[in-house]
């Protein structure tokens, strides 16, 4: 089992695609894909929505995100949502390993 957050990150202009960058750019991001238990931290851009941006992140269990969440990392990344002035929507998916055979055949390898 894996817990995938999908988080939308909204802000004015080209806020959330400059908190992005500096999450990457200041190593915040590769950090966070170092920690325990993390098995995806990753940034993506809607293509008809030029004011957010997607990140998929996803962990083991619940105590891996509870870990995260406990971690100093918090602070910076609370920091740099402020700084840029974000709205956050979310979506939390706990994952199903098994595809059905029934669905196999709708998938291109």
């Known amino acids: 089992m894996s817990i ?8 004015k202009g080209s806020a959330a695609r400059d908190f992005a960058r500096e ?13 325990e238990g ?6 993506f ?12 992140d996803k962990w083991r269990d619940q105590g891996s995100i509870d870990r995260h969440h406990a971690s100093p990392m918090m602070q910076t990344i ?3 949502r402020e700084k ?10 706990i994952s199903d390993e098994d595809i059905p055979a029934k669905d196999e055949g709708f998938i291109r390898k």
């Open 45 to 56: 851009f809607p293509a008809d929505d030029p004011e957010t941006v997607l990140l998929i």
């Open 78 to 80: 609370a920091a740099l």
């Open 38 to 43: 993390n098995e995806k931290y990753e940034y």
């Open 23 to 35: 999450m990457t750019e200041s190593g915040t991001v590769g950090l966070i894909r170092a920690e």
């Open 84 to 93: 840029y002035d974000l709205h956050m929507r979310i979506e939390r998916y």
């Open 4 to 11: 995938a957050v999908n988080l939308y990150y909204t802000g």
